[in-house]
């Protein structure tokens, strides 16, 4: 496969060692790519320890052939991975992959250039800043979100990072704004019982007080999204207080049922409070492509930040997350720094006429970052609008007919309206064990069913619990899940619901 004689003098960057090595890779992955629908997409044997057991307890002392290593890869590796790629991977959110989010990857990995400071990579910091307002276009997101309308947007490894960003500068402003820091025991974050984690987690990062994180409650009234009836009540208690109302999250897409939050009346109400809004859109976001999907993001100019994970359900291999902010300034004040080793790559102030040129350290925490730009610009011109939207209305159309078969057959139930292309169903009740409508036994018979379609090796989906009830979740969205893996994963879960089904009949049937 072309590696080098191992007794050559290193050369890491040997273009013959790079075309070699790197070819090797590709008929790898051409190869897995052919044969991964036929891994269990989880295999069920698994236990901790496995892979270490396989392993050497050191690191080799000589290099060794890139063959060797694809042979280990091969060997020891994939049976224990879970293929996230499988077209029958249904858990969690889907996890782009793609040969422009690969051969994307491959630029930037390979060029491996570090775009901190405009001056030390200034196309890559350029082509970031065009990617964005491609993106912020595409999703027709308000012109304050773009470099052009005073706003700008910026790519990061993960929502979790970015939110932690703007949390940072959303607290300084409101620090500014109250006089000091020891104002920080008095602000207040506001999410919903369905918001994800990492905001309760940023929030603690950036020095906001536990106690200071309100989950507010969320029911099926609302189809489990928050409405600014619940804020305004939560918010003129913490006034009451004498807190002060800083931050509010509203999600369009919720990681657990894909609900949607009113993001126009939640970002009024926290106008009414000077509060800072993000709206985190990190799977859904990509679904904005389309214009009929286009409405969930009304009001988005009310927020302050907005987010979403092209490497969800774009195409796009990990990590890539875009964050768009209407005040750059609120965000470097926040996170911009100055440091000494900095200052002789040749600054550039702006000034002039010139565009301002921009220092992507100051949008994020690390200071040395990816050239993810690149493989940004490579989907986006590989695949075109026209070739996304196709890719996300087909995941849709498929968990549309999805739901309409649950909904459909008497024994399954569909627990919230799908709305993206996640469908979150479950046994019915009468199904259970206990005819009184008990959630334990129901949840037990879904657990049970769960378990065993995992079991089988030719799906994997994962679950969420909401109301006490066990909810099972069908996330379409992989690169290859057609419609006819949708199908096979109906059928395989009418099978094995049939099997679980008979150890809870009751002789006198159901
Ligand atoms: N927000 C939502 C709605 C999500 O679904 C997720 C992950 O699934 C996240 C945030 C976290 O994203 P990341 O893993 O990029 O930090």
Request: with cysteine; aromatic share 8%; net charge neutral.
């Given at each position: 496969?072309?590696?080098?004689?191992?007794?050559?003098?290193?050369?890491?960057?040997?273009?013959?060692?790079?075309?070699?090595?790197?070819?090797?890779?590709?008929?790898?992955?051409?190869?897995?790519?052919?044969?991964?629908?036929?891994?269990?997409?989880?295999?069920?044997?698994?236990?901790?320890?496995?892979?270490?057991?396989?392993?050497?307890?050191?690191?080799?002392?000589?290099?060794?052939?890139?063959?060797?290593?694809?042979?280990?890869?091969?060997?020891?590796?994939?049976?224990?991975?879970?293929?996230?790629?499988?077209?029958?991977?249904?858990?969690?959110?889907?996890?782009?992959?793609?040969?422009?989010?690969?051969?994307?990857?491959?630029?930037?990995?390979?060029?491996?250039?570090?775009?901190?400071?405009?001056?030390?990579?200034?196309?890559?910091?350029?082509?970031?800043?065009?990617?964005?307002d491609w993106m912020a276009r595409l999703f027709s997101l308000p012109r304050r979100f773009l470099?052009?309308g005073?706003?700008?947007?910026?790519?990061?490894?993960?929502?979790?990072?970015?939110?932690?960003?703007?949390?940072?500068?959303?607290?300084?402003?409101?620090?500014?704004?109250?006089?000091?820091?020891?104002?920080?025991?008095?602000?207040?974050?506001?999410?919903?019982?369905?918001?994800?984690?990492?905001?309760?987690?940023?929030?603690?990062?950036?020095?906001?007080?536990?106690?200071?994180?309100?989950?507010?409650?969320?029911?099926?009234?609302?189809?489990?999204g928050?409405?600014?009836?619940?804020?305004?009540?939560?918010?003129?208690?913490?006034?009451?207080?004498?807190?002060?109302?800083?931050?509010?999250?509203a999600t369009v897409g919720?990681?657990?049922?894909g609900?949607v939050d009113h993001v126009r009346e939640l970002g009024?109400?926290?106008?009414?409070?000077?509060?800072?809004?993000?709206l985190d859109a990190a799977y859904a976001g990509s679904a904005a492509i389309c214009p009929e999907f286009q409405d969930y993001l009304d009001g988005a100019e009310l927020a302050?930040?907005v987010s979403m994970?092209p490497?969800?359900w774009f195409?796009?291999?990990?990590?890539?997350?875009c964050?768009w902010?209407?005040?750059?300034?609120?965000?470097?004040?926040?996170?911009?720094?100055?440091?000494?080793?900095?200052?002789?790559?040749?600054?550039?102030?702006?000034?002039?006429?010139?565009?301002?040129?921009?220092?992507?350290?100051?949008?994020?925490?690390?200071?040395?970052?990816?050239?993810?730009?690149?493989?940004?610009?490579?989907?986006?011109?590989?695949?075109?609008a026209a070739?996304m939207r196709a890719h996300i209305r087909?995941h849709v159309?498929?968990?549309?007919?999805?739901?309409?078969?649950?909904?459909?057959?008497?024994?399954?139930?569909?627990?919230?309206?799908?709305r993206f292309s996640?469908?979150?169903?479950?046994?019915?009740?009468?199904?259970?064990?206990?005819?009184?409508?008990?959630?334990?036994?129901?949840?037990?018979?879904?657990?049970?069913?769960?378990?065993?379609?995992?079991?089988?090796?030719?799906?994997?989906?994962?679950?969420?619990?909401?109301?006490?009830?066990?909810?099972?979740?069908?996330?379409?969205?992989?690169?290859?899940?057609?419609?006819?893996?949708?199908?096979?994963?109906?059928?395989?879960?009418?099978?094995?619901?049939?099997?679980?089904?008979?150890?809870?009949?009751?002789?006198?049937?159901?």
């Amino acid at each position: 496969m072309g590696s080098l004689p191992l007794d050559a003098p290193m050369k890491p960057l040997d273009p013959h060692a790079i075309a070699g090595d790197s070819q090797a890779i590709l008929e790898f992955l051409a190869e897995y790519y052919g044969d991964v629908d036929k891994y269990p997409v989880r295999a069920a044997d698994l236990e901790p320890g496995r892979v270490r057991k396989l392993l050497p307890e050191a690191a080799p002392e000589h290099g060794e052939p890139m063959e060797h290593i694809l042979e280990d890869v091969r060997r020891d590796i994939l049976p224990g991975l879970t293929h996230w790629q499988s077209p029958r991977f249904f858990a969690f959110f889907p996890m782009n992959a793609s040969s422009a989010g690969l051969a994307g990857e491959m630029l930037s990995v390979g060029l491996n250039v570090v775009p901190f400071v405009w001056a030390a990579s200034p196309a890559a910091a350029e082509l970031e800043s065009v990617v964005v307002d491609w993106m912020a276009r595409l999703f027709s997101l308000p012109r304050r979100f773009l470099f052009s309308g005073g706003g700008g947007g910026v790519l990061q490894g993960s929502t979790c990072e970015a939110v932690v960003c703007t949390l940072a500068a959303a607290r300084d402003r409101a620090l500014g704004r109250l006089g000091g820091h020891e104002a920080i025991a008095r602000l207040v974050v506001y999410a919903s019982d369905q918001t994800h984690a990492t905001f309760q987690k940023g929030a603690r990062l950036v020095g906001i007080p536990s106690s200071n994180f309100r989950v507010i409650r969320t029911s099926a009234a609302s189809g489990y999204g928050l409405t600014a009836e619940a804020v305004r009540a939560a918010v003129d208690r913490d006034v009451g207080l004498g807190l002060v109302p800083l931050y509010l999250c509203a999600t369009v897409g919720t990681t657990g049922l894909g609900a949607v939050d009113h993001v126009r009346e939640l970002g009024e109400e926290a106008r009414r409070h000077g509060m800072w809004v993000h709206l985190d859109a990190a799977y859904a976001g990509s679904a904005a492509i389309c214009p009929e999907f286009q409405d969930y993001l009304d009001g988005a100019e009310l927020a302050d930040s907005v987010s979403m994970n092209p490497h969800k359900w774009f195409l796009t291999n990990m990590d890539c997350c875009c964050l768009w902010v209407a005040r750059p300034r609120d965000l470097t004040s926040a996170l911009s720094t100055d440091p000494e080793y900095l200052k002789n790559v040749g600054a550039d102030g702006g000034g002039a006429g010139k565009p301002a040129a921009i220092d992507y350290k100051d949008w994020q925490i690390s200071m040395s970052r990816r050239f993810r730009a690149i493989k940004l610009w490579v989907i986006l011109r590989r695949y075109g609008a026209a070739g996304m939207r196709a890719h996300i209305r087909r995941h849709v159309a498929a968990a549309k007919w999805f739901e309409q078969r649950v909904a459909a057959d008497e024994r399954f139930e569909v627990v919230v309206p799908r709305r993206f292309s996640l469908v979150c169903f479950r046994l019915a009740p009468r199904f259970g064990r206990d005819d009184d409508d008990g959630d334990d036994a129901t949840n037990h018979v879904n657990r049970d069913l769960l378990a065993a379609v995992n079991a089988s090796g030719r799906a994997f989906m994962t679950h969420f619990v909401v109301d006490g009830k066990f909810v099972i979740r069908l996330a379409v969205g992989g690169a290859s899940t057609e419609l006819q893996h949708v199908m096979e994963v109906w059928d395989l879960l009418r099978g094995k619901a049939a099997e679980v089904l008979q150890h809870y009949v009751k002789p006198n049937g159901l």
